[in-house]
């Protein structure tokens, strides 16, 4: 299982709209790109599940071209990926197969042709958040995330290949993390796939490909998501660090609420504790969690302010101005934070369904429910944005829980695990601006899941446009009322936990259609059925 962290979590800061479906296609295009010896001329595209059903309206077209030119998920360059392949003689073509059953319901093959003459077959999977795996190379099933180096051997299965390869490596002062074979018959083809902790320089490459049993190699790079350019050395060293580790590792919300009552820590600070001590078995600087989150509060401020002051066009035009008509209307009904977490939650689906910058908490779908919550406390409240910074390292705790221990993607749980999730996070968010206990913390946000379990994802017409800013906004207020229970005493029928799990359950239940595929729910009333004309 993938160690997620904080980026992981809160994260990754991307173009719009869909988390699984936009950056997490860019990342499978972008490893497969990685893979060739040359610049790809040619691609086709073959779409599975939930990619065949809504690809065009969650932008996964544009995205799977944009990782294929080489361009970064949070690069606004993504909406104008089809004019820049034809600039740059990038021939590509999409093929739709809705019916073939596969692993994983965000699936895509990718055939590619390199200006070498060489040709790849890759199948990759978006798995939620952003991440992504390939799961088959060529024709053997393989597992790689990216998260680490990986160096890809196509050699004869005859034995002393892999001793001279980790020879070869300890020479040149390269660790191997991994490794994994696979093989197509004994004494034939096989594929060794090593993650490593550096890259492999061109001479190193050289001196393997010379050995006579090792045919050619291929290497994806680490994806270094969301990192911030260090300045300082850790002060931390890797060895200290790793002694460290085992006690930051919390399988359970309980484990880290004892955790933190026992240090008489927040949750916030518990868990940028953990995540100070990850980076720094990596030798990152303890200081670069914090500068993340200071820049993930700021272009949340940015994707929530931007559609009040400046009209977007969304891809499917099904929504756009409803946070501005909002702000127009605080004075005649509603005051306060309520209406002002709704305006600035509805304003981030905006941005993020223009194609436009924004911090997946955890999905770009739910983006808006955080910084609508946290933006309106900072407004009515005064808090400062230190405290929204650790307010954002608890969200990115209870999150954490929902990714390990269920899903937080709406084609494998529904909108409860995207909606649900983003508002049991704010919810515990707002519980320690303030100022409550670890537990009530958790209390909150236990009480926000278990409001919302159920939840269907049926966006209209494959769009995260409706009715996906509507629930942001009812999960914003969702996210305050269970704040205002908690702090009040009121306990969540169930513990944190409990509620995780149930949220899995929950999901694993639903049928397919309710599942992110547009087949079923709202997506299939009479006035919602249509084709999206701006998305061909």
Do not use: W
Not at 491 to 497: E, G, I, L, V
């Amino acid at each position: 299982m993938k160690d997620l962290g904080i980026r992981d979590v809160v994260g990754p800061i991307m173009v719009g709209p869909s988390s699984s479906h936009t950056a997490g296609a860019l990342r499978i295009a972008s490893m497969a790109r990685d893979l060739l010896d040359g610049a790809p001329v040619d691609v086709t595209f073959t779409l599975y599940g939930s990619f065949s059903q809504t690809y065009r309206g969650h932008g996964t077209d544009h995205a799977l071209v944009a990782g294929m030119l080489g361009i970064h998920t949070d690069d606004l360059r993504i909406r104008d990926s089809f004019r820049l392949a034809d600039e740059a003689g990038l021939r590509f073509a999409f093929k739709v197969d809705p019916t073939t059953k596969v692993r994983h319901p965000n699936t895509v093959d990718i055939h590619v042709f390199d200006d070498t003459g060489g040709v790849l077959d890759v199948r990759g999977e978006s798995i939620g958040g952003g991440a992504a795996r390939l799961s088959r190379l060529d024709d053997l099933d393989v597992d790689i995330t990216g998260e680490y180096n990986s160096v890809i051997v196509y050699q004869r299965d005859v034995p002393g290949v892999l001793g001279f390869i980790a020879s070869t490596f300890g020479r040149a002062g390269i660790n191997i993390g991994s490794v994994s074979l696979k093989r197509r018959r004994k004494g034939g083809q096989a594929i060794n796939m090593l993650e490593v902790d550096d890259p492999v320089p061109d001479d190193v490459r050289a001196e393997l490909l010379a050995y006579p049993d090792i045919e050619f190699i291929r290497f994806v790079p680490a994806n270094g998501l969301n990192r911030v350019p260090q300045t300082e050395s850790p002060r931390l060293a890797p060895e200290e660090a790793e002694k460290l580790l085992p006690t930051y590792t919390f399988e359970e919300g309980s484990e880290l609420l004892a955790f933190c009552e026992e240090r008489k820590l927040s949750v916030g600070a518990a868990f940028i504790e953990r995540e100070q001590v990850r980076d720094a078995v990596l030798g990152v600087c303890e200081d670069e969690a914090r500068r993340y989150l200071s820049r993930a509060l700021q272009v949340m401020r940015e994707s929530a302010q931007t559609p009040l002051g400046t009209d977007v066009k969304t891809m499917g035009g099904l929504i756009g101005g409803e946070a501005k008509r909002l702000q127009g209307a605080v004075p005649q009904t509603f005051s306060g934070v309520f209406t002002k977490a709704a305006q600035y939650a509805m304003a981030v689906l905006e941005t993020n369904a223009s194609m436009g910058r924004i911090v997946a908490a955890p999905t770009a779908g739910a983006s808006g429910v955080l910084p609508g919550v946290l933006l309106a406390l900072q407004e009515e409240k005064g808090f400062t944005d230190d405290e929204l910074v650790d307010a954002l390292a608890c969200a990115a705790a209870i999150g954490y829980f929902f990714s390990r221990n269920a899903t937080v993607a709406g084609a494998e749980g529904g909108c409860q695990a995207e909606m649900g999730t983003a508002s049991a996070m704010a919810a515990g968010a707002a519980a320690q601006l303030f100022g409550a206990s670890p537990r009530t913390c958790f209390d909150a946000a236990a009480i926000a899941i278990t409001n919302m379990l159920g939840l269907v994802c049926d966006p209209v017409r494959g769009l995260v446009e409706e009715p996906c800013q509507k629930r942001n906004a009812s999960a914003a207020a969702n996210a305050l009322v269970s704040c205002e229970l908690a702090l009040a005493g009121v306990t969540a029928t169930a513990p944190f936990d409990e509620t995780v799990d149930a949220t899995r359950r929950v999901g694993q239940a639903l049928p397919m259609e309710l599942r992110e595929t547009a087949l079923g729910g709202i997506a299939t009333c009479p006035s919602c059925i249509g084709d999206c004309a701006a998305c061909r």
